[in-house]
């Protein structure tokens, strides 16, 4: 499929790979994200009958990775991510034409996602470094996109972005 069709990085470590799906995020919908050998490896739990959006991020084998819950009764959109390393709250700017996500990271440096959200092709940046860049060009089927990220990320933290992203877009 499509990221095998993408360079791999011959000297040092390598990216992490994974293909979700678009717009598909609705309560009480589940989906698998695949790694980039199309593997199983984060299933996305959508969890119906709550007050506030909530889905669980598990890994392969079943384990709770990450908590994610939509906070209601704020000025801007916001999401919540809990982790076992702590926590990050996604929050959709105020101002600007196109759609700009803040992340405040418990602990850590904080995160900016900008781009063309909608259409899926966006970077998430730490301090103006790229952390992970999320695109659909690199696929031929539709309703995918694909999310790279960089060596030394928590991928789970940087998937439950994305899914958070595309949650408060979904809209």
Same mark, same amino acid.
């Not at 709250?89 to 996500?101: P, S």
């Not at 790229?130 to 089927?141: C, I, N, Q, T």
């Given at each position: 499929m499509?990221?095998?069709?993408?360079?791999?990085?011959?000297?040092?470590p390598?990216?992490?790979?994974?293909?979700m799906?678009?717009?598909?995020?609705?309560i009480?919908?589940?989906?698998?994200?695949?790694?980039? $050998? =199309?593997?199983?490896?984060? *299933?996305?739990?959508g969890k119906? %009958? /709550?007050? !506030? #959006?909530?889905?669980?991020?598990?890994d &392969? $084998? =079943?384990?709770?990775?990450? *908590?994610?819950?939509?906070?209601? %009764? /704020?000025? !801007? #959109?916001?999401?919540?991510?809990?982790? &076992?390393s =702590?926590?990050?709250?996604?929050?959709?700017?105020?101002?600007?034409? /196109?759609? !700009?996500?803040?992340?405040?990271?418990?602990?850590?440096?904080?995160l900016k996602?900008?781009g063309?959200?909608?259409?899926?092709?966006?970077?998430?940046?730490?301090?103006g470094?790229v952390?992970?860049?999320?695109s659909?060009?690199?696929?031929?089927?539709r309703?995918?996109?694909?999310?790279?990220?960089q060596?030394g990320?928590?991928?789970?933290?940087?998937?439950?972005?994305?899914?958070c992203?595309?949650?408060?877009?979904?809209d």
């Amino acid at each position: 499929m499509g990221f095998r069709d993408r360079r791999h990085h011959q000297d040092g470590p390598v990216v992490q790979r994974y293909q979700m799906r678009e717009k598909l995020l609705s309560i009480g919908d589940d989906y698998w994200i695949e790694n980039d $050998s =199309g593997e199983r490896a984060y *299933k996305v739990d959508g969890k119906a %009958l /709550r007050l !506030r #959006d909530t889905f669980e991020l598990r890994d &392969a $084998s =079943g384990a709770d990775v990450a *908590k994610i819950q939509e906070r209601k %009764l /704020r000025v !801007r #959109d916001s999401m919540k991510i809990e982790l &076992a390393s =702590g926590h990050a709250i996604v929050r959709k700017a105020l101002i600007g034409i /196109r759609d !700009r996500f803040t992340i405040d990271v418990d602990g850590g440096s904080d995160l900016k996602a900008h781009g063309n959200i909608v259409d899926h092709e966006y970077k998430i940046e730490r301090d103006g470094d790229v952390v992970a860049e999320v695109s659909k060009k690199w696929f031929r089927v539709r309703d995918t996109y694909g999310v790279e990220i960089q060596p030394g990320q928590d991928a789970a933290l940087v998937l439950a972005i994305t899914v958070c992203i595309d949650a408060m877009t979904g809209d």
